[in-house]
């Protein structure tokens, strides 16, 4: 007897679990593209964090993305609970759980990327931008916009 309940559970839910799963997967790709789209607008308040290692950081990453380790990410020195903060890495489950934390911290806009080896978009090498730096700017645009 219970076992016909558990199959008929099982039948009603399955359809709807891989429906969200595509689902998911189908709002990932348009961030990828939306972010894209932001990357050529000017004045977006948003970022792009690579939380990657420092080395695969310099090797290569998304155009303007500071760096930003996964280890620190609970000292994220952003107030704006509003901007679109974007988060990659090198595995689904590190960004996965940046996001979530962020996400459950108070950050509305916060977008997973997935694996850098999925982005299509703007690259680049080198040093870029780290933590620290990207804290510098927020504080001189706080600065100007009290001016």
Known sequence: MFVYI??????????LVLWFCFK????????RRDLTHLMEQ????YVVFDIRSMEEYISEHILGA??????QIEYLPIEDLFIHIFIYGNRREYSDKAYCYLHD?????????GPYKLWKGLK???RGMEIQDFTKQLEKKKEQEKL
């Open 24 to 31: 998911k997967r189908r709002i990932q790709k348009g961030w």
């Open 124 to 126: 680049e090498s080198g």
């Open 66 to 71: 500071v760096h930003f380790p996964m280890e």
């Open 105 to 113: 911290n108070g950050y509305f806009n916060v977008y997973d990327l």
């Open 6 to 15: 558990y199959l008929t559970i099982a039948i009603i839910f399955l359809p």
């Open 42 to 45: 000017m004045g977006f308040d």
